[in-house]
């Protein structure tokens, strides 16, 4: 893979955001991570420290290290449940300022779910109704851009398959503050079959007729502990899965995938070594044709 394309993984803050996180770089070697900046599975938000702010964007920038934040997993902008949706949009907005305090290059939100099928019919609209103006603001407040991912599927998800995101998109008329991020065990679980020949390249054509040229900013690059359409979420060790290692050399040779930083959410052990491992695996992968 080419030198100039950002790969690193999903790091961990805890102890302090830059303490935590630049000791992961230094241990796997990454020149891209990800990183939470509130719980990621409660809604309550801090304002963060400023010193490690300022201490993980300085020492991002020494290192060249390109980073983003992963939204809380309780977002869910498709919920039929009014404060669901409005705990989402302030958990979206309390990212996008920290986002800005520290240099990431987006924050990373799942599409979401309508719950239940009465809703799901105008599950797009109530999208639509509290994206946009979002996506607004962040653009107005130079904060990072929102990049959307699909699900796993099932549950009424509002984006699962790569297709689904031509009236995601769609729904906040294409706003240039939006972007993708791609997740591989994700798409594998929705039903992409990445494993058989030419099932990555297939699935990046599709992605590319969905969203358009320029709308991947972000690959979380995970194998699958499950069969293809599983629906299940569950992240394994790149080739040690049921995705397989050759799905990854078609995924960085694809065009669409040019440049375009990877992250890896796959497990890791002791001092990160596995994740040393998957991002090397990365770096030694074919450069985009």
Known sequence: ????????????????????????????DATAVQVYVSN???????DGDPAQDEAFLSGCEDRGVTAYIHAALLVNLG???????????????????????????????HAG???????????LDVVRDVLRPLLDR????????????PSAGGGRSLASRVEHLEAYLAAVDNHPHLGVCFDTCHAWAAGHDLATPGGMTATLDALLTATGPGRLRLIHANDSKDPCG???????????????????AELTRHPAAAGVPLIVETPSGELSADHAADIALLRGLPLPS
């Open 138 to 149: 962040a653009a107005g407040q130079g904060w990072p851009p929102l990049l959307v991912e």
């Open 79 to 109: 919920s039929p449940t009014v404060a669901t949706v409005e705990r989402s949009i302030a958990s979206l907005e309390h990212a996008l300022r920290r986002g800005k305090a520290i240099g990431a290059h987006g924050v990373v939100f």
């Open 230 to 248: 599983s629906t299940r979420d569950r992240h394994e060790s790149l080739g040690k899965g049921t995705i397989g290692a050759a799905a990854f």
């Open 40 to 46: 990621p599975r409660g809604w309550a938000v801090t």
């Open 1 to 28: 893979m080419h030198g100039s394309t950002p790969v690193g993984g999903h790091a961990p803050a805890a102890g302090g955001l830059a303490k935590a996180s630049l000791r992961y770089v230094e241990q796997t």
């Open 113 to 123: 779910s309508a719950v239940d099928a009465v809703h799901a019919e105008k599950a």
